[in-house]
């Protein structure tokens, strides 16, 4: 059934770097004795430095488990996961995370959310009191790019749910990660909203530059936002299907209303079509 | 304040006045005894006529019982913690501690007696005893019900479970903890004047034990409505802490 030919195991590296993320003959499986669930098999990826990848696939086949195993909250059943050139056997700390929740503290207003990541990560947390005001202004800045400037000081009970996803996504960036992880952080927004946040993200990234994960259902977001897309099939989760981008395609909005857009979403529809039909 | 409002703030007033006269009345309608049911007037006459004894067994009820309160409060935040931080401390505790709640604690006030002897040690531990499970139960329960995802942000960033607990479970239990300090304080009340009802020579429970053992029922009653009193006030405290602390709970609103 599976037309396409097997996903090369390794990107072209440029300059022949090592990639800065690299899963190989991952398997993964939840729950022990018998019963346990396979939610990834022979799993490949790799992941450029400051490369900007975009995971798609069906429901459940094992993207969540992946930005798990890459950020070192989940160790694999066999197979290595390398970040920045090291084995990843505890949860790293160079990472940063977003979720489809925004998962903010209520208790806290939006500017101490974003600061909670630095009063826990190292070498920020022995200085945190000091240096607050530093940190805070910091913060100031972020949330000037993602226009939050005025909702500092509010909580996220009193804020809209785009404003929330901004928060959280702040939260995110401020500790400076190497590695960004994010799991639909923008699917539960409206259409205008999330296309917003979209022009904010891509900003953040072409200033920044970290290496980014992003996990999404939709194809326009994964074309839109990534360097390259990754399609996996139905669990156990494996890569089907790897294209890359062409950068015009991401340059604007408008280039989203291009043929060649099209183009580029429908070719990875096929492949997702193939995944759900071809549960291994 | 408008009219509505009015009516919001009189109705408690007024549902417990009407309570009050309804007794009143069905007293001197049907001609009851007041060896049998004294009625509201005479109960609160007698608790004139003895209010020296009935407000320094009412100190020393409340003094066992906030003493126990704060005794199960310590003792429940700390257990609960530990309880809800892990899952394999909650599967290892979980039926102890349901075994543990069943018994009932008046069942424990002789074995109380028998090792602390009569006065206010057992009133104390017994009240100790009804209020800490509720406290750690909640306690655990707030703690343990912390989104999967928020507990991947910050392990991600390298923190420690104690970090966690610190950061996140702690404050995020407190709504649940205020929610069962009102239950707790009614049930550490309740088990103080059992313990000096069966075990005690001093406080609510003593007198209103002694009162009926010597047929003065009007006192047993002033002695009732004491109880009722001070059980409302506690509950009133716990309830204006909850509101004082955890605004953030009820998003600023505060009622359904
Ligand atoms: N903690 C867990 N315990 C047991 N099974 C799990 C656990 N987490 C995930 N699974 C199972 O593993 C499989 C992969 O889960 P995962 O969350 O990675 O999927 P996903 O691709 O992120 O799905 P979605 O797109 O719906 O978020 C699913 O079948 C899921 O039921
Ligand atoms: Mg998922």
């Not at chain 1, 101490?112 to 947390?125: A, F, K, M, Q, T």
């Not at chain 1, 920044?208 to 999404?216: D, E, G, H, N, S």
């Not at chain 1, 360097?227 to 089907?240: F, K, T």
Request: charged content about 20%.
């Amino acid at each position: 059934m599976i037309n396409t030919p097997p996903p090369p195991r390794e990107e072209p590296v440029p300059g022949g770097q090592r990639p800065f993320v690299e899963l190989t003959n991952v398997s993964l499986t939840y729950g022990d004795f018998g019963e346990g669930l396979l939610a990834l098999q022979d799993f490949h990826l790799s992941v450029q430095q400051g490369e900007f990848t975009a995971l798609v696939g069906p429901s459940g086949c094992g993207k969540s488990t992946t930005l798990k195993l890459i950020s070192g909250l989940r160790q694999p059943d066999s197979g290595g996961v390398i970040v920045a050139g090291k084995e990843v056997s505890k949860p790293l700390k160079i990472v940063g995370m977003a979720f489809q929740n925004p998962t903010l503290l209520p208790w806290r207003t939006s500017l101490d959310n974003v600061l909670l990541p630095l009063e826990i990560v190292e070498p920020h947390r022995r200085s945190f009191r000091k240096e607050r005001a530093r940190h805070a202004e910091r913060a100031m800045a972020l949330f000037e790019k993602v226009g939050l400037k005025d909702v500092a000081d509010r909580f996220p009970w009193q804020l809209s749910g785009g404003m929330q996803q901004r928060v959280s996504l702040c939260r995110s960036l401020i500790h400076e990660p190497d590695l960004l992880l994010l799991d639909e952080p923008f699917g539960a927004l409206d259409a205008f909203t999330r296309e917003d946040l979209w022009d904010t993200m891509k900003a953040l990234w072409e200033e920044q530059r970290f290496t980014a994960v992003l996990i999404t259902h939709d194809l326009t977001e994964s074309v839109y936002m990534a360097e390259s897309v990754h399609v996996l099939s139905a669990r156990p989760g494996r890569i089907v299907h790897s294209q890359r981008i062409p950068p015009e395609l991401r340059r604007d909005r408008d280039a989203r209303f291009s043929p060649a857009f099209a183009d580029a979403v429908y070719q990875l529809r096929q492949h997702v079509g193939h995944a759900q039909e071809d549960p291994v | 304040m408008n009219r509505r409002k009015l009516r919001q703030a009189l109705s408690p007033w007024v549902t417990a006045f009407g309570f009050f006269a309804i007794w009143e009345v069905a007293c001197l309608a049907f001609d009851i005894p007041q060896s049998i049911l004294p009625s509201p007037i005479d109960s609160v006459r007698a608790g004139i006529e003895f209010w020296p004894v009935i407000l320094s067994a009412s100190m020393q009820t409340l003094y066992t019982t906030l003493v126990g309160f704060f005794l199960a409060l310590v003792v429940g935040v700390a257990l609960g913690a530990l309880v809800g931080s892990s899952q394999a401390m909650y599967r290892a505790t979980n039926p102890l501690l349901i075994g543990f709640n069943s018994v009932p604690k008046v069942a424990m006030v002789p074995v109380l007696v028998m090792w602390f002897g009569i006065g206010s040690v057992p009133a104390i531990l017994t009240a100790f005893l009804t209020a800490f499970f509720p406290i750690l139960a909640n306690v655990a329960t707030g703690i343990a019900t912390l989104e999967p995802e928020l507990a991947d942000v910050l392990r991600s960033l390298g923190a420690k479970r104690s970090v966690i607990l610190r950061k996140v479970g702690l404050p995020r239990a407190l709504p649940y903890l205020f929610a069962s300090l009102k239950v707790a304080i009614s049930l550490a009340f309740v088990g103080s004047v059992i313990a000096e009802m069966v075990a005690s020579d001093g406080g609510i429970g003593y007198l209103l034990l002694t009162a009926s053992s010597s047929f003065r029922v009007p006192l047993v009653f002033a002695a009732l409505l004491v109880v009722g009193v001070l059980g409302i006030l506690m509950y009133l405290i716990a309830d204006l802490i909850e509101r004082r602390s955890t605004r953030w709970a009820t998003r600023g609103g505060g009622s359904l």
